[in-house]
Each structure stands twice: as C-alpha cells, then as structure tokens.
C-alpha cells in the first residue's frame, strides 16, 4: 500500500499538470461514469493530501477523494497520448499537459464540503502537512501519550497519525530505538515528539526522492532497494549495527520488522 509521500507526490502532480484548468473527467471501466459527470468539465482549483487520501478540489464546491488501498495506482500519459485503455482504468483525468489513469483504488468518490471535513475529523495529522505552530505534533503526542496500545500499533493507525505505513513504521522505531511493544503512554514526551519530527524528516526525503530511504547515510543518493532501510524486510539478517538477526512478527495483521538488540 502507498505510504504517504506517494500521495503526496500524486497531489504535487495534479497541482502541476492539472490545476488552473477544466478537464476531462470519465471512467472506461464505467463503475465511476455517474460521478465523473459531476466533476468533468470543471476547473480543478486544487489537489491536497492528507495521509494516504488525496482530494482533488473542483470550482462546484464538490470534491473526488480517492484512497489508492493496496492495489490503487496510476500512471500518466502526455495530453498527446489519448492511449487505448488497458485493463481496468476506473478514472481517468484529461488536462492540455497531461491524462492520468486511476486502476483498482480502494476509494474514488464525489462528495460535498461537509463530508469532507467528516472525513478530515477522523484523520490524524499529517507530517507532511504545514504545522507552523506545532498544533499537529501536540496532536499527535497526546493521542500517543493518552493510549494504552503499542506505539507499533499507534503508528499504523491513520487517527493517529497520517500517512505512515509499514516501512515508516519499522524505520521510525528502529531509528527511535523503540521496541515495538512499548505502550504509547509509557513513552516519554520528549520521545514521542523526536518521532514525530523524525517522521516529517523521513516523509520529505520520500517526496523530493519517490523512495522510502531510511539511512540518513544514503538521503542524496539512490541506493538500491536492499540498502534503502535498517530493519523493513531484512528479518533474519544481521541489524547493520548490532549484529542481531532482524525480528519479523504479526502484529495486528501486519508484519512487524525490529530488531531486539537494539530497540530492547
């Protein structure tokens, strides 16, 4: 599944090969065709994200939320290129720079201002996202300080914090020092909010990059996918600083990557 930077990758191509203009809004696949009528032909004043949500904002006060899930993806074309629709493409976007195809989102629905802040209200912060005043850290410090459940829980859950994944999560806590067990509210202040600042560090380098690189060593450079992280999916090989052999379990239906030497 897309972690955050992807979407927000998506959102800095929308606002660049799309905003500002009408466009073209259909579905081939024909399961988004009564929607895309509400939005074709309308200027896209903007596209944001929020976690792994974006929405794309139209001037009829309506807005397209799409969650890509486990199997959303997309793929662009010239504006020159009106390609023959391979597959199953449930959007597809239209502008005089650029055609987007959407495939197999999770989420691909029209919806009004007030469901958008529903849908706002039940996200947690984002990283990503301009905190000027650190209101969107102290959010997430006290959600994280008032519960009960494992940080390696907490990280995961999007109510609490936007837009990190399973890699983030492995790599934030191996970077932290932090076993995954710990409950939220056992860890120090101080300790919850160096995640959250590690957090928006790690994020930015997945935007400016396209690639979730975990090793500060490597943020210039464009390491091989074997060498991008410390723990995320190296279970039984050397930590590449301790030594111990890296640590795979289920935690909550998802595999939990650390290591017990040094996050003990």
């Known amino acids: 599944m897309p972690e955050g930077h992807t979407v927000h990758r998506n959102a800095n191509d929308f606002n660049r090969l799309f905003a500002g203009e009408a466009i073209i809004v259909d579905s081939p696949q024909g399961r988004f065709t009564s929607e895309a009528k509400l939005v074709s032909n309308r200027v896209l004043v ?49 502008s005089s720079k650029a055609i987007a ?31 000027p005043r650190g209101k969107e850290r102290e959010r997430f410090a006290a959600k994280v300080a008032g519960s009960r ?29 932090i076993n995954p067990h710990t409950p939220g509210n056992a860890l120090p202040r101080e300790v919850i909010e160096n995640i959250w600042h590690d957090s ?4 930015k380098v997945g935007v400016k990059t396209s690639f979730m690189i975990t090793r500060d060593d490597l943020f ?9 992280n410390w723990v995320y999916k190296r279970e039984g090989q050397p930590c590449r600083v301790c030594s111990t052999n890296v640590s795979i379990e289920i935690m909550a239906g998802r595999k939990l990557y650390w290591c017990a030497g040094c996050q003990s």
Request: aromatic share 6%.
């Open 46 to 94: 903007r596209a944001r994200a929020i976690g792994k949500q974006l929405f794309l904002e139209f001037d009829n006060d309506l807005t397209l939320r799409i969650h890509l899930g486990i199997y959303g993806k997309w793929k662009l074309h010239s504006a020159e290129d009106w390609p023959e629709v391979v597959g199953e493409v449930r959007a597809r976007f239209r």
């Open 149 to 177: 459940t494992s940080i390696g829980q907490l990280l995961m859950n999007q109510e609490v914090v936007s837009g990190i994944g399973n890699v983030y999560r492995a790599e934030l806590l191996f970077r932290a020092g």
């Open 220 to 228: 210039t450079k464009r390491p091989s996918k074997a060498d991008r």
């Open 200 to 203: 928006v560090k790690l994020l």
């Open 101 to 131: 195809e959407l495939r197999g989102p999770t989420v691909c629905e029209v919806i009004d201002d007030r469901e958008v802040l529903a849908v706002e209200k039940r996200l947690g912060p984002d990283p990503l996202n301009p905190d």
